[in-house]
């Protein structure tokens, strides 16, 4: 499994924005499609934001984040605006080779998650 690790989380206000980072090692990053996904306690994990190479994202985050691919860098980053104490979760990184992208809105279709980085929106 590629390796993933989250960072970018913290405590913000509402209506400010946050950009998470994950950033990817151990296998070939451009062979991966990517996603975001996030859990409140209590929750199930819920998508977010994916790309293979058409991204697509939850409609309780269209328009107010921006998944963003950098492949030299091995990278995804997750660009959040006006936010909302509703988004006060745990968010996650994941990946699964292109090869087996089917059903990106379910948590099972990934293989390979990060440990995730916290966001908490203040009211």
């Known amino acids: 499994q590629v390796h993933l690790v989250e960072s970018g989380g913290g405590l913000v206000q509402t209506g400010d924005s946050l950009t998470l980072s994950c950033a990817a090692s151990?296998?070939?990053?451009?062979?991966?499609?990517m996603g975001w996904f996030r859990q409140a306690p209590g929750k199930d994990r819920e998508f977010v934001a994916s790309?293979?190479?058409?991204?697509r994202y939850a409609s309780s985050v269209e328009g107010r984040f921006t998944f963003i691919r950098e492949n030299t860098k091995n990278m995804v980053i997750l660009q959040m605006n006006n936010l909302t104490p509703e988004d006060t979760v745990r968010y996650y990184c994941?990946?699964?080779?292109?090869?087996?992208?089917?059903?990106?809105?379910?948590?099972?279709?990934?293989?390979?998650w990060g440990q995730g980085t916290q966001v908490v929106v203040s009211s």
């Open positions: 790309n293979n190479w058409l991204t």
């Open positions: 151990g296998g070939i990053f451009t062979g991966y499609a």
């Open positions: 994941a990946a699964v080779p292109r090869s087996r992208y089917r059903m990106y809105g379910n948590p099972g279709s990934w293989g390979s």
